[in-house]
């Protein structure tokens, strides 16, 4: 069972950045690829980025591609999203999922555990 928090929402202005954590309760955190996953209003919940249990493999949407950064820290069960040049487009909940799969890395499915999510807005 692994629990996970996520922090570091808020409101910011197009083009600011933000860091979002997802501190994970799981003495196996270094055996799950942990995602970024959000939700518009309204909206699907849609991949954002996911990084494999060796920090071997990053995946990110072609949305947030050259923007967004996922890193993790194993020795502090934390897994990381820095959000740079933010647009109102990126407004949405993020949620923090973990696997220990890798079988379907940018699907919901594909994961078994889930933040309650941290809400980013973002104004024009």
């Known amino acids: 069972q692994v629990q996970l928090v996520e922090s570091g929402g808020g409101l910011v202005q197009a083009g600011d950045s933000l860091r979002l954590s997802c501190a994970a309760s799981?003495?196996?955190?270094?055996?799950?690829?942990m995602a970024w996953f959000r939700q518009a209003q309204g909206e699907e919940r849609d991949f954002v980025a996911v990084?494999?249990?060796?920090?071997?493999?990053?995946i990110y949407a072609d949305s947030v591609k050259g923007r967004f950064t996922i890193s993790r820290d194993n020795a502090k069960n934390t897994v990381y999203l820095q959000m740079n040049s933010l647009k109102p487009e990126d407004t949405a909940v993020y949620y923090c999922?973990?696997?220990?799969?890798?079988?379907?890395?940018?699907?919901?499915?594909?994961?078994?555990?889930w933040g309650q999510g941290t809400q980013v807005t973002v104004s024009s």
């Open positions: 799981s003495r196996s955190f270094g055996r799950y690829a």
């Open positions: 990084v494999s249990w060796d920090i071997g493999v990053t």
């Open positions: 999922a973990a696997t220990r799969t890798f079988s379907a890395p940018t699907e919901t499915y594909g994961y078994d555990y």
